[in-house]
């Protein structure tokens, strides 16, 4: 049997090595050629190399994907996300069905759970109130969803108390549609000037994707600012003096 390396033919010699160029780093690497009795280890090296070559492609496509995922759902600079200021004993929301309320959606680590979610109960619309511990200024919102339950008309009214679905026709602060890239995490940009000074944030899901009767939220995340220091707890104590 003939060897050619690197325009060297070595002859069958039994245990004599040869220098060839390595697929993987271009640089002479060692073998055997084959005698009787003997495997050749180049076989094995190029095994692993087609291994660890198949492995190397497959981090590159799945840091590719988690790349892609975070920068959909990424707080926007200079913004926070607001759920540490929510007045959680205030949150309200109608007509959700009892085994998966608006907690599963809204509260941290609840609505990162992909088997809990928001879900409507007598037809697909929600109402949902949200009151902040803090003034805060309201920058963009995620709001994720099922492919075909996932929420689509969406109406945002600012400062708005004790709203119930026969003043989801009064003028919103905001509205606009859930696209498919919002139901997997980008945020949607609000009309920042009608967000200036936010007590609480009532949220109108009018319909879903699909047009069924059950509506489902993942998650509601509210990115913005803090506008001073000033406890609302603390301000309606006052008040009540």
């Given at each position: 049997?003939?060897?050619?390396?690197?325009?060297?033919?070595?002859?069958?010699?039994?245990?004599?090595?040869?220098?060839?160029?390595?697929?993987?780093?271009?640089?002479?690497?060692?073998?055997?050629?084959?005698?009787?009795?003997?495997?050749?280890?180049?076989?094995?090296?190029?095994?692993?190399?087609?291994?660890?070559?198949?492995?190397?492609?497959?981090?590159?496509?799945?840091?590719?994907?988690?790349?892609?995922?975070?920068?959909?759902?990424?707080?926007?600079?200079?913004?926070?996300?607001?759920?540490?200021?929510?007045?959680?004993?205030?949150?309200?929301?109608?007509?959700?069905?009892?085994?998966?309320?608006?907690?599963?959606?809204?509260?941290?680590?609840?609505?990162?759970?992909?088997?809990?979610?928001?879900?409507?109960?007598?037809?697909?619309?929600?109402?949902?109130?949200?009151?902040?511990?803090?003034?805060?200024?309201?920058h963009s919102a995620v709001i994720t969803g099922p492919e075909e339950e996932g929420p689509r008309t969406v109406k945002l009214?600012?400062?708005?108390?004790?709203?119930?679905?026969?003043?989801?026709?009064?003028?919103?602060?905001?509205?606009?549609?859930?696209?498919?890239?919002?139901?997997?995490?980008?945020?949607?940009?609000?009309?920042?000037?009608?967000?200036?000074?936010?007590?609480?944030?009532?949220?109108?899901?009018?319909?879903?994707?699909?047009?069924?009767?059950?509506?489902?939220?993942?998650?509601?995340?509210?990115?913005?600012?803090?506008?001073?220091?000033?406890?609302?707890?603390?301000?309606?104590?006052?008040?009540?003096?």
């Amino acid at each position: 049997m003939l060897l050619i390396s690197n325009g060297d033919v070595a002859a069958n010699s039994p245990g004599r090595q040869v220098d060839v160029l390595s697929l993987h780093t271009y640089r002479p690497i060692e073998i055997w050629v084959i005698s009787e009795g003997q495997i050749c280890p180049i076989f094995f090296r190029l095994l692993l190399l087609f291994f660890y070559s198949v492995r190397y492609l497959s981090s590159c496509f799945f840091l590719l994907s988690s790349f892609s995922a975070m920068s959909s759902s990424v707080i926007p600079r200079g913004q926070v996300d607001l759920v540490d200021f929510v007045d959680w004993s205030g949150v309200e929301c109608l007509n959700q069905i009892g085994k998966n309320p608006i907690a599963n959606a809204l509260k941290q680590g609840y609505r990162d759970d992909d088997g809990l979610h928001l879900e409507s109960d007598a037809d697909e619309q929600l109402l949902i109130y949200i009151p902040f511990t803090q003034v805060v200024k309201l920058h963009s919102a995620v709001i994720t969803g099922p492919e075909e339950e996932g929420p689509r008309t969406v109406k945002l009214f600012a400062n708005k108390e004790h709203m119930g679905f026969s003043n989801v026709n009064d003028p919103p602060s905001d509205s606009f549609n859930i696209s498919a890239d919002n139901l997997k995490g980008k945020p949607v940009t609000l009309k920042y000037v009608k967000f200036q000074n936010v007590r609480s944030l009532t949220i109108f899901i009018e319909d879903n994707q699909g047009g069924g009767d059950v509506t489902k939220l993942q998650k509601i995340s509210l990115y913005g600012t803090t506008v001073d220091t000033t406890n609302m707890k603390d301000l309606k104590k006052i008040e009540d003096h």
